[in-house]
């Protein structure tokens, strides 16, 4: 019997993960959202972030030799040459309907990172129509959401890129600062000077929320700026349970901002030693503040800023981070995690993982129930395959370029 969080178990996970994601190739471009039988909702949008995670899932497929994979990356990367890329002003649209119109034309920071992300991620996986793709996502990254006065990245423009949303947001900001690193690496792989660009602003975005912000703030992120990037502690106090932009402290961007503070320490030439503290500190106050905190396990999706729980649902991604953290960390020598990640994939197997339908229930209750609160359906795989993969690779370079040097021929393969 396979034991639950073993490399086999978790190469067999993947492989199935891998099947449920490929589900959401949609005809007319790009991907769209599942349901929770793996079924796209066409009631929902082709959203780009969705596409762009998908793509970079499927560049993970195509390394691990998993079959279908190879055309699904295709596939993302012609929706981002096409029907997602605004042909009159530059930049992606963040939805599309299903005639192909758009459903939000906004330029928004987060789907754009992901752009980032997909494209580095297809490079990787040594697809050429990739490179332009990145070369224009970096390139609109910084000529419009690069703000060099603050060293961060600003929300939202309209279509046109002409006027900008005053409010300001970390989610952007740590997903940029993911893609920011992913795509150093790819053009380190390439030759390419500017990686060194790139992971200088990643370390900038690192120091100003983690060093600084959540330093100050006893290790709980604030998550709301305004204009001039002072923090709005109130901000959606009546709309707790956002998908994205929930009040207070979000459990489980401490534990992934740790990780990323692990990356960059392990891929920036001459880092300083204020990251592994950071990611130290950031591990025990997600766990002290979120894990079981409620009288059942699982994680509190948000707390107030005392550490009080705010919103108790429990949200998928939050063990994937949790586990791909406590990995990490395990590998830089700064804690023994092995009980941490066996607690983590237990509970995973036990109350996430759809072994039924497929994938993982992105929301339970606090009672450990799947709910919808805050997500309906199964649109995302990208955190729980790279929670998979991540305890068998280096810290650096990232998901991707590292599975290109080094992808494990026992995930690879038919499925079972």
Known sequence: M?????????????????????????????????DDAGVIDQTKPRELWITCRMTHVAAIGTLLGHPGCRAALDHGVAGLTGVFRDQRDGGWYTALDWAGRPADDTKAAYPHAFVILASASAVAAGVDAAR???????????????????????????????QLDPYRGVNAVMHTTEAYLAAADVLSGL????????????????????????????????????????????????????????????????????????????????APNWLTEAAVRLYQRGLGDGWAVDGADGF????????????????????????????????????????????????ADTYLIDHD??????????????????WQGKPDVYHAIQACLLPDLPSTPAIVPALAATAPASLAGPTS
Request: aromatic content about 10%; some cysteine; glycine content about 6%.
């Open 300 to 347: 509190v999706y948000t707390t107030d800023w005392d550490g009080t729980p705010v919103v108790h649902q429990r949200m998928h991604w939050v063990v994937a981070e949790a586990i791909a953290t406590s990995a990490a960390l395990a590998k830089a020598g700064l804690a023994d995690t092995s009980a941490d990640l066996q607690r983590w994939w237990d509970y």
């Open 357 to 374: 339908l497929g994938s993982w229930h992105h929301e339970l209750d606090r009672h450990n129930q799947p709910a919808a609160t805050v």
């Open 191 to 270: 030759g390419d000077p500017a990686a060194d660009r790139w992971r200088g602003r990643a370390l900038a975005m690192l120091d100003r929320v983690i060093n600084q912000q959540a330093r100050a703030n006893r290790w709980r992120i604030p998550e709301h700026f305004d204009t001039n990037w002072r923090p709005l502690l109130d901000f959606n106090r009546d709309r707790p349970a956002d998908p994205f932009r929930p009040y207070g402290a979000t459990i489980g961007h401490e534990l992934e901002w740790a990780r990323l503070c692990l990356q960059a320490a392990a891929a920036v030439p001459g």
């Open 132 to 162: 332009p793709v990145l070369d224009e996502a970096l390139a609109t990254s910084s000529a419009h959401f690069w703000d060099a006065d603050h060293a961060m990245v600003v929300e939202q423009w309209d279509r046109a890129f002409a």
């Open 2 to 34: 396979v034991h639950v969080g073993s490399s086999a178990w978790r190469a067999q996970q993947a492989r199935q993960l891998l099947d449920f994601a490929l589900r959401s190739v949609a005809d007319v471009g790009g991907f769209g959202w599942l």
